[in-house]
């Protein structure tokens, strides 16, 4: 159940140095990004893990990931979060298009123990002990950073959520100015690089089965019939009639076509038909204008 909790704002500035954000705004647009990110989040209120996604009526897009023990945790689960479409039954999700339209920046907290839904604790949420979206809006652009804690750590005290909400504004203000860089920009390599993320984006792009999906990922991964075979432990000729099936179902003819096919979906995929994005250097004016506000702190 949600308990909102009165809105207090924070007059006094973040207990982290102004002078300590450079580095994420140096990151702006870059894979670094995400890794700044948390590493200023954990000095500042203990956190383990975060993901920035960008909020649309009816989709939902990864825009950053980072976790503090420098593995792929974060970025991996959000993948799941978002390719596998949990994103669609995570009620904060909802909570917060609604508090951004209404309050501006806004901060839910989630006892994961306490979520109803058992897969989504178990698959998203392994070995975390709460979560904290902060959410806000900029240019009629959503934004949710997701700040997570692990069992070893236990819960966010009050402190470090105060903390945190001091410094909400700014915060949104830097993950609308890395999205809009980074989701301007297209890259088409990182389409390429992470068979992860291909076939994620192919999960989100098409309907077809499991198999024949699996096979057009790694041949837009670059491997060969054989080294597809391997990978997926079955035959040669099957992996043929994979491909002949999904190509059908795609209407195309050639690997060829299947790339054209692929990077089309994946612009699409990425954000990448937005504006032209601004230039990371123009973010410093920010941090130059920014002041700090308090952001309701709501919990479930």
């Known amino acids: 159940m949600m308990n909102r909790s009165s809105s207090q704002p924070m007059l006094s500035p973040p207990r982290i140095p102004v002078a300590a954000l450079p580095d994420i705004v140096e990151a702006m647009g870059t894979a670094d990004f995400g890794a700044r990110l948390v590493a200023y989040l954990h000095a500042m209120c203990g956190a383990d893990h975060c993901a ?37 039954k995570d009620p904060t999700i909802s909570e917060a298009r609604s508090r951004v339209l209404r309050l501006g920046a806004a901060i839910i907290r989630v006892d994961i123990g306490e979520l109803v839904d058992t897969e989504l604790r178990e698959t998203v949420y392994p ?35 105060t903390e945190l909400a001091s410094a909400a ?17 297209p890259n088409l390599a990182d389409a390429l690089t992470s068979l992860v993320d291909i076939e994620t984006c192919l999960v989100a792009a098409t309907d077809l089965p499991r198999r024949e999906l699996e096979v057009c990922s790694r041949v ?4 060969s019939t054989a ?4 990978d997926l432990d079955i035959g040669e000729e099957s992996v043929k009639t994979y491909r002949k099936r999904a190509y059908q179902r795609l209407k195309i003819g050639s690997e060829r076509e299947l790339l054209t096919w692929y990077l089309h979906r994946w612009s699409e995929w990425r954000g990448h038909s937005a504006p032209a994005a601004s230039s990371p250097a123009s973010a410093a004016s920010t941090l130059a204008a920014w002041r700090p506000h308090g952001a309701p702190v709501l919990t479930h």
């Not at 934004?143 to 692990?150: A, N």
């Not at 504004?169 to 920009?185: I, N, Q, T, W």
């Open 220 to 223: 837009l991964y670059g491997l």
């Open 127 to 161: 070995q975390i002990r709460e979560r904290v979206l902060l959410c806000g809006r900029r240019n009629d652009v959503a934004f949710g950073l997701s700040i997570l804690r692990s069992d070893v750590h236990g819960r966010f005290s009050d402190e470090e959520i």
């Open 52 to 88: 920035v996604f960008q909020l649309g009526p009816d989709s939902l897009c990864e825009v950053a990931a980072g976790s503090v023990d420098g593995t792929q945790k974060a970025h991996d689960a959000a993948l799941r979060y978002v390719g596998q479409q949990y994103w669609r």
């Open 227 to 230: 080294g597809v075979a391997l």
């Open 169 to 185: 504004e700014l915060l949104v203000s830097l993950l609308a100015k890395h999205a809009d860089v980074m989701l301007g920009r």
